[in-house]
């Protein structure tokens, strides 16, 4: 009998150390993993969520409450659940809010899935719901959208303090909300902001009420020398993106030096040069200078004797602000440098704001940059705080790009819920029930921030369906009280776009999750566990 087992020789076509799951396992695998990803941000979702704090390889510390942010830090490696990241990192780079939403939602679409999955409905059959299910979801949202523009302030700085409840910013988020509506206004142009032109920077020591808007760029830097001027009127603004520095590979382009009388030479030749770069700078007439590389002792000593303010090692970004704002043309060699490449400032000045020297650049040829000085106590502080107001602004961008906004505190999704309850009695067998899922997987975002407010979630839903069926389509989760609200007329207001790339990518990752029966691991990773002790 054995004889006959040896005809059964396994065929290899993978590596030896290939690792391979198929089917239910793979499935259960990735499910698992993808669960865990949205079990350890759910807790952070809504104004009673909690912080993490997370510690990185360098012993570097953030708090933070932020969706995005978190799974970013945390290093994540199971495959599946890195797919999970990826739509908070979607999420971040296109609207920026709505992290921790979007990835909820894909854990609990996958959590629901599983359930009939168990239930021996085929995946395919799941996807295919799924689909169906979201694009009736995108129809309902459509039309639960309601219309903002620019003078509806009220309306504005309530999507403001909406993304910014829960965060550190939370209790000067009125006077923040106003701040950050001063700074859109400012920008707004035909009625929409470009976010660029906002800039958020941090200053550590004072207290966050101090926070200010200043109409110009403030740069965490000094000037080069302290003899050049500390302030400059009616600036002509050169823009270099290159060092003016002797590159060390002419220097080392084989020189031997054999006598003194040699090395006096190449050092004549080093100044020359220098000089000549600081000469062809002033010749054009600029009386500042950013640099973002860069600039040698020497040729710092030259520009301060030409009167120009000089500041170096200028962020990219900040260049690219600086351009806009003064008009000026970033150049990349200083032989290239002439006249027309120039912008204006009014003022360029070096001014101590907290406990640091920062260079200030206002009455600018397009005033539409401007600076949110943001203060906080600590680093931490001002961080957190840094990041609410990010998400504040990307928010305020997004519904003005869009014209529509919404009822948060859960309003939105129970309403989904319901309408796609409805949707699913239209259709039939198999599908019906996966569309039924997906109605019920649109309930946790309203479970959650009753959860995270320590409230009965069941009791909560409860309340709010019943509310929903009376036609109370803006009713959503008081997490202060308790109760129930009108989400609208409490002013937790948030733009349609957040809701509707985060339904539309959550769909996506759960359904592509769903289609993988096979997963495949060449030599050397690790297979990750399924369930991982991520969850908290
Ligand atoms: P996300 O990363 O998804 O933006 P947040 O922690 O910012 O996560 O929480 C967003 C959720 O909190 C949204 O569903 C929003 O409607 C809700 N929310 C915000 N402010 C309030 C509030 N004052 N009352 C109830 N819910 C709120
Ligand atoms: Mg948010």
Redesign the pocket.
């Known amino acids: 009998m054995s004889n006959n087992n040896s005809n059964y020789q396994p065929i290899f076509i993978l590596p030896e150390d290939t690792k391979r799951t198929t089917g239910r396992e793979a499935q259960r695998n990735n499910i698992a993993a993808a669960k865990a990803v949205a079990q350890t941000v759910r807790t952070t979702l809504g104004p009673k969520g909690m912080d993490k704090m997370i510690v990185d390889a360098a012993g570097d510390v953030i708090v933070t409450n932020d969706g995005v942010t978190i799974l970013e830090e945390m290093q994540i490696e199971h495959p599946a659940a890195k797919m999970i990241v990826e739509v908070a990192k979607t999420q971040e780079n296109i609207v920026g809010?709505?992290t921790t939403t979007a990835v909820v939602l894909a854990g609990e679409l996958l959590k629901k899935a599983e359930d009939l999955l168990d239930q021996e409905i085929h995946p395919t059959v799941l996807a295919r719901g799924y689909r169906l299910a979201e694009a009736q979801a995108q129809k309902i949202l459509q039309s639960l959208g309601e219309k903002v523009s620019l003078d509806k302030e009220e309306l504005l700085k309530n999507i403001a303090i909406t993304?910014m409840t829960g965060k550190g910013a939370e209790s000067n988020k009125d006077i923040l909300a106003e701040l950050i509506l001063q700074a859109v206004k400012t920008v707004a142009d035909k009625g929409r902001i470009q976010l660029e032109d906002i800039k958020v920077e941090i200053i550590v020591g004072e207290s966050v009420e101090k926070s200010e808007l200043v109409r110009g760029i403030v740069l965490d830097k000094e000037r080069v020398h302290a003899a050049m001027p500390e302030q400059v009127e009616n600036a002509k603004v050169a823009l270099l993106d290159a060092s003016l520095e002797i590159k060390n590979t002419e220097i080392d382009a084989k020189i031997q030096i054999t006598d003194p009388m040699q090395l006096n030479l190449f050092l004549e030749q080093e100044e020359k040069t220098l000089r000549s770069m600081v000469e062809t700078i002033a010749a054009t007439g600029a009386t500042v200078l950013f640099c973002q590389k860069g600039i040698d002792d020497l040729a710092q000593h030259f520009l301060a004797k030409k009167k120009i303010l000089a500041v170096r090692r200028v962020k990219k970004s900040d260049m690219e602000t600086l351009s806009r704002a003064t008009g000026a043309k970033i150049v990349s060699n200083w032989k290239e440098l002439n006249i027309g490449d120039l912008g204006t400032a009014g003022v360029v000045r070096e001014e101590k704001v907290g406990q640091e020297e920062m260079i200030l650049v206002e009455k600018c040829q397009n005033a539409k940059a401007v600076t949110l000085l943001v203060r906080g106590g600590t680093t931490h502080v001002a961080e957190e705080i840094k990041r609410a107001i990010t998400?504040a602004l990307g928010d305020i961008a997004a519904a003005l790009k869009d014209g529509a906004v919404v009822a948060g505190a859960g309003a939105v999704e129970i309403e989904l819920a319901k309408e796609l309850r409805k949707y699913a009695g239209t259709l039939r067998g198999r599908e019906q029930l996966a569309v039924q899922a997906f109605a019920e997987a649109m309930e946790v975002i309203p479970r959650t921030l009753a959860e995270n407010a320590g409230l009965d979630p069941i009791d909560m839903l409860t309340q709010l369906r019943s509310a929903h069926d009376n036609g109370q389509t803006k009713a959503g989760v008081n997490v202060f009280t308790g109760g129930i609200m009108d989400a609208w007329a409490e002013g937790v207001i948030e733009p349609l776009k957040v809701k509707t790339l985060a339904l539309s990518s959550a769909a996506e990752v759960a359904e592509m999750i769903l289609r993988i029966d096979d997963v495949i691991m060449g030599k050397k990773q690790e297979m990750p566990r399924g369930n991982m002790d991520m969850g908290m």
């Open positions: 809010d709505g993304a998400d």
